[in-house]
């Protein structure tokens, strides 16, 4: 039997938490916006395990406008060191 991956405490290999699917996420496509969490986890409070997260991971915020519409895009760029 495989035994699970964690990072700080985070099963990454077979996550079943929102934090946990949202930190794959990152750590696969390295962005994440509300609209992605929404359609892909059925989340909708990403900034409240983004704010949670940002207790082990660098993660950056950073305000988009597509076609006059405004939202955030969550960039992951490590863990703190």
């Not at 991971?57 to 060191?81: A, C, L, P, Q, W």
């Amino acid at each position: 039997m495989k035994k699970d991956k964690f990072l700080n405490g985070y099963n990454i290999s077979n996550p079943k938490t929102q934090a946990e699917k949202v930190l794959v996420h990152l750590l696969k496509k390295k962005a994440i916006t509300s609209w992605d969490a929404i359609e892909t986890f059925r989340i909708t409070r990403l900034s409240a395990i983004i704010f949670n997260l940002r207790c082990h991971f660098n993660i950056e915020s950073i305000d988009t406008t597509i076609n006059n519409k405004h939202f955030t895009t969550y960039v992951y760029r490590g863990e703190m060191s």
